[in-house]
Structures are given as C-alpha cells and as structure tokens.
C-alpha cells in the first residue's frame, strides 16, 4: 500500500472515529471532510469506496444500533431515546429505524422485552447489529 493511499486511510478512519464518539452530535459532511482535511465531494466518494457505505449512512447505523440498546431499557421513552442518539425528529428517527431494523421502534422494544435480559449486552448487541449494507432481510426470505 502506498504512503499516500495509508494517510488517506488515516484521515478517514480519524473522521469515522469521530462519528463514533460523537453520534448523538448534530454533524455534517463540511465538518467530517474538515476532520479528514479533504473537500466534502473527495470525502464522500473516498469514505464510500473504503467503507462500503455514505457517511450520511454509516452515521444513521450507528444512531440505530445504539438506540437499540437503549430501547432495551423499558423505563425509557421512544421519543427520549430519538433525541439522545442525536435524531431531532420522530418521525424520521421512527422512518430511519424501521429501515433499517425493519420494524417499529416500539415494536423493536415490544420484542426485545425479555427476550436478550440473559445474554450479556455485548453478544446481544453484536447479534443484533445492523448490517453495513443497511438492508432488511425481506420476510420469510429465509
């Protein structure tokens, strides 16, 4: 690998790092492409080839997954947990989950109570993980 194509790599792990700690955070491309010091075009195309997905995306998956785990917490509100992973609408939050997760966030949790409370959370959460691709497996495909 070539020194140039490493430090690309660099940059752009740098602004995925900075998705991940801060997702709950309103963030946008200019800031990200800023992180990885490339203009927000070169930053969105070179994000996709490396990941496999948008930055828009790959941001909007980790919303969900961790918005799965706090749906797990039956004290907590829908639209609580909405606003904590960094959504400011219910609706879209609601339209971006079932897209992703393939239902409801209340049905989600409806079939989540009870359902994971033996198995410690990190194996539940690597089991439910979404896949990078952001599909929803069609049902009884399977």
């Given at each position: 690998m070539s020194t140039a194509r490493e430090e690309q790599n660099r940059r752009l792990l740098r602004a995925r790092d900075a998705m991940d700690r801060r997702f709950a955070e309103p963030l946008d491309v200019a800031a990200l492409a800023a992180i990885a010091h490339v203009?927000?075009?070169?930053?969105?195309?070179?994000?996709?080839?490396?990941?496999?997905?948008?930055p828009h995306r790959y941001l909007q998956r980790r919303r969900i997954e961790r918005a799965m785990a706090l749906l797990r917490d039956p004290e907590r509100r829908v639209s609580d947990v909405c606003l904590d992973v960094g959504f400011t609408s219910l609706g879209t939050?609601?339209?971006t989950f079932r897209a992703i997760v393939g239902e409801s966030p209340s049905a989600y949790r409806a079939r989540q109570h009870g359902h994971l409370q033996a198995v410690p959370s990190c194996f539940a959460m690597?089991?439910?993980?979404p896949s990078s691709s952001g599909e929803v497996a069609a049902p009884n495909s399977g």
């Open positions: 203009s927000e075009a070169h930053f969105i195309r070179t994000f996709r080839a490396t990941f496999g997905e948008t939050f609601s339209r690597r089991w439910e993980r």
